[in-house]
């Protein structure tokens, strides 16, 4: 089910210190480290997948010490490609991961999920998609 995040993806929420959001911010430093995200709407989507837990526990790309903002350190990114099924439409997509060791606040329970993609056009808060992931990659949690 996608449900509400903290907005500072996008730069949608008031109280984020990057109005023009965090992953247009961040889009460069991954480009610069061999990850183009340029086709992907940027921000997140916010998935709570029907799990205890999704863990990363080989992801196609792990950035680490990612300088990005001057309003706080460096940080640590993984990625695992994945799809998300929305009205019998499947989209191409990342799980985009900030590692909690290295990102200050925004932690989301373990079974909630950002995933970096297309705009999906017409989802919403509350409605039901399908994630599709690599399980040699993630590992889900029953």
Known sequence: MVIEGYRVASGASSESPYSAGSITLQVPRFRERGLDLS???P????IRA???ALDLTNPRYTF???VWTD???????SFSPCEVEYHDTVYSGLI???H????????????????????????E??????????TSEVAIVE
Not at 43 to 46: E, G, I
Not at 71 to 77: A, L, Q, R
Not at 125 to 134: A, C, F, I, K, N
Request: glycine share 8%.
């Open 71 to 77: 309003h706080h350190g460096p940080e640590d990114f």
């Open 125 to 134: 808060y509350g409605h039901v998609v399908t994630l599709y992931v690599d």
């Open 39 to 41: 086709g992907y709407f």
């Open 96 to 98: 985009y991961y900030p």
């Open 100 to 123: 909690p060791s290295t990102k200050p606040g925004h932690q989301h329970p373990p079974n909630v999920v950002e995933v970096i993609t297309k705009r999906i056009e017409g989802v």
């Open 50 to 52: 029907a799990c205890k």
């Open 64 to 66: 680490r010490n990612v």
């Open 43 to 46: 921000a997140t989507l916010n």
